[in-house]
């Protein structure tokens, strides 16, 4: 495997606003606000932005935010698609622009009012042409009352419960799990708000076999990231994050959010199974380099999926390393140190790839020991994407 | 609601307040307690009183012909034509009349608890009622409109003033503006397929009461949701089948949350294989969501309402 692309670039500096249920401010001004925290962490000038990333369903234009940070020149500018899946693509990007030469400081951002402006767990409306994919798409789940990502995953959790023998309560060691760090996070929505099983097991249905617990919140707030050369980062104000890996995945049978026709079976997650692989192969690394990762938790049941599909547990296998609390604060591998979607805020991603590297800088405010290497994952379900990022 | 009427249910709420833990009346008997009306009644009612027997009166403890007690209030009523004896110590207050403003709130009696009844009456014995306006609640927004729960406390007394009955009512005057609410609106239609020239068939298929899947002309690939190409072979020469209709529970979820107004909830979807070999996602019906099982054998019924694409479901067969 050519490995031209790994530590050429790194993340510089790390931006937010607070994560809250309604802002009371606009989208645009929440990612211009993350976007000059993160300039500022990074020590760079806003002009020197010459290129910015982001990912589908958010509504803020890049030339806009371009603009209005003071931006001159704009080289490089995309925007992944399908949602929360993309959230580690735009870094795939940027790495991809400072390896080329295409771009030298790649903004990556997210910024949305999801809980107060609209309700993003709300179902999909089908307003589109008749004629469109998308429209067509839809078609097949909303005239049968299958109309949200909850009940989109609810479908596999229930082959996969149905298949390996894991539980409710095993979703429900994900939720518990995530409250107890977000718990000692200030930053968190529920900080200082811890579950139990009991409380998990005792929440009310969304859709079965998913209870509330096993969805995460929807937040009101914006994350940005600025990726630059290593060898730039290594001068400036924070210590790099260094991007070992970033891949993107989709795969054979493949629909957005409902993959249920070619495949076999639902009980993986193939397309980061493909990310998984992509990711070892850039980065030379293995499971057992990875101290903590960053799991993609928008819904419990895909946190057990995604652990099979890296490897650090085998297949089927996720329920016994939950039951033994090998993800949690005092685990072999503990996951979501921030509190996680669930826990933290629900930024698609972004929120998780930024404490990755206050954990690699070694200031998380659950810091844990010893972190030289951290696997973070985008949405699952759909065509996704993931991100090695280490210590220099 | 406009600021008039607002204004004017506000005066009415202040008089009715007013009148709490007064009391009105009395009203008089047309009649002495009477043997004839005794027996009119019971006839009416189609009861046979024993008491009208006069032997069998005579050997009861009264040792005389006595009123049923539920005949309490008949001694009080206006008649046919609405009147009383011109006799009244004090007169209702109109505000719970049919008459000025309360021309706008109509009865409902929401509540008769049973009466308690002190003594029988004896024929001769002339009877008067008064009421006491015990509560008026505050306004209600019920489902015949808005409006005030009324609690009267009526007693009936002899001649000398004692106590022959009391009975509570609870009434309703209400704004009629909330009657249209009574009819439910019709249950609106699930949310419509998008339908393209490369889905057509299936939804056109349905009409007829037919599942078709998409098959490949040229290698016999079988695809559910249709499409323009076939995955497999690349061909753009596709038909259809018309599948049998039964089917397995691949997978399914039962959704509560957040509630479309076309479905019950809780609202079961499956994901069904065919025995074809396709997987398709509809509603399950004719189960309790409790009783559905992964490897479940389900048949198509097809959804007919009027106006709107036809839509499979399944139910265990």
């Known amino acids: ?392 | 609601m406009n600021q008039q009427t607002a204004k004017s249910d506000e005066d009415m709420e202040r008089r009715l307040a007013a009148y709490v833990g007064r009391q009105y009346g009395a009203i008089y008997a047309w009649d002495r307690v009477n043997a004839p009306m005794i027996r009119h009644w019971a006839e009416a009612l189609d009861y046979d009183y024993p008491l009208l027997d006069p032997e069998i009166a005579k050997s009861t403890r009264h040792r005389e012909l006595v009123a049923p007690a539920s005949m309490l209030q008949v001694w009080l009523m206006p008649g046919l034509k609405n009147q009383r004896l011109p006799v009244l110590t004090c007169p209702t207050p109109r505000t719970f009349q049919d008459s000025g403003r309360a021309r706008l709130y109509r009865h409902h009696r929401n509540g008769l608890r049973p009466g308690i009844f002190p003594r029988p009456l004896k024929v001769g014995e002339l009877i008067t009622t008064s009421t006491i306006v015990e509560k008026v609640s505050e306004r209600k927004n019920t489902r015949l409109g808005p409006g005030y729960f009324t609690t009267f406390l009526q007693e009936y007394h002899d001649e000398q003033g004692g106590v022959v009955g009391t009975m509570r009512l609870r009434i309703l005057r209400y704004h009629p503006e909330g009657q249209r609410l009574k009819q439910l609106p019709a249950r609106p239609a699930p949310p419509q397929p998008g339908i393209s020239q490369d889905t057509a068939q299936f939804w056109e298929g349905l009409k007829q009461n037919k599942l078709l899947i998409q098959k490949c002309s040229d290698c016999g690939t079988l695809i559910h949701p249709p499409e323009p190409v076939c995955r497999n072979c690349q061909s753009l020469d596709l038909g259809t089948i018309e599948a049998s209709g039964k089917g397995t529970v691949f997978s399914f979820v039962v959704a509560h949350h957040p509630k479309v107004a076309a479905f019950d909830y809780p609202h079961p979807i499956g994901l069904v294989e065919l025995d074809e070999g396709v997987r398709i996602v509809a509603p399950l019906t004719g189960v309790d969501p409790g009783e559905i099982e992964i490897g479940m054998k389900v048949v198509v019924e097809f959804d007919n309402v009027e106006g709107q694409n036809r839509l499979p479901k399944f139910r265990p067969s």
């Not at chain 1, 790994?6 to 931006?15: D, H, L, M, N």
């Not at chain 1, 085998?314 to 949690?328: I, M, P, Q, V, Y």
């Open chain 1, 1 to 392: 495997m050519d490995r031209k692309l790994s530590g050429i670039a790194s993340i510089a500096g790390i931006g937010a606003t607070e994560f809250s249920k309604d802002s009371g401010r606009t989208e645009m001004r929440l990612a211009v606000e993350a976007s000059l925290a993160a300039l500022d962490d990074a020590g760079i000038e806003p002009a020197e932005v010459d290129g910015i990333c982001t990912f589908t369903m958010d509504n803020n234009p890049e030339v806009d935010l371009h603009r209005m940070i003071g931006g001159r020149e704009l080289k490089f500018f995309t925007r992944i698609n399908y949602g929360g899946g993309g959230a580690a693509a735009p870094l795939m990007q940027a790495m991809m622009a400072v390896a080329t030469g295409a771009a030298s400081v790649v903004l990556c951002f997210r910024a949305m009012n999801e809980r107060s402006w609209y309700r993003f767990g709300a179902g999909t409306p089908s307003t589109e042409n008749p004629q469109y994919t998308n429209a067509n798409h839809y078609a097949w789940y909303l005239p049968a009352g299958l109309n949200t990502p909850a009940s989109y995953v609810g479908m596999a959790a229930r082959r996969y419960m149905h298949k390996y023998g894991a539980t409710s309560e095993d979703y429900g060691r994900v939720s518990v799990s995530a409250r107890a760090f977000a718990a000692t996070n200030p930053k968190a929505f529920f900080y200082e708000k811890p579950i139990t099983l009991e409380d998990h097991q005792a929440s009310r249905w969304i859709v079965e076999p998913l209870h509330l617990l096993d969805c995460c919140q929807e937040s009101d707030g914006a994350v940005a990231l600025i990726v630059t050369s290593t060898e730039r980062a290594r001068k400036l104000k924070n210590k790099p994050a260094v991007i070992r890996a970033a891949a993107q995945g989709a795969t054979a049978g493949q629909h957005r959010m409902t993959s249920y026709y070619e495949r076999e079976d639902l009980t993986g997650n193939p397309e980061m199974s493909l990310v998984a692989r992509q990711l070892w192969d850039q980065s030379g690394l293995s499971p057992r380099d990875i101290q903590s990762a960053i799991i993609y938790d928008h819904f419990t049941p895909f946190v057990l999926t995604q652990l099979e599909e890296f490897g650090f547990c085998g297949r089927g296998e996720a329920k016994d390393f939950l039951r033994s609390g090998e993800h949690t604060r005092t685990g072999s591998l503990p996951i979501n140190p921030n509190g996680g979607q669930l826990g933290e805020a629900y930024i698609h991603g972004m929120n998780g790839i930024a404490e990755a590297v206050r954990q690699i800088r070694g200031t998380a405010v659950n810091q844990l020991a010893g972190i030289e290497n951290m696997v973070i994952t985008a949405g699952t379900g759909v065509p996704t994407s993931g991100l090695i990022l280490g210590r220099d």
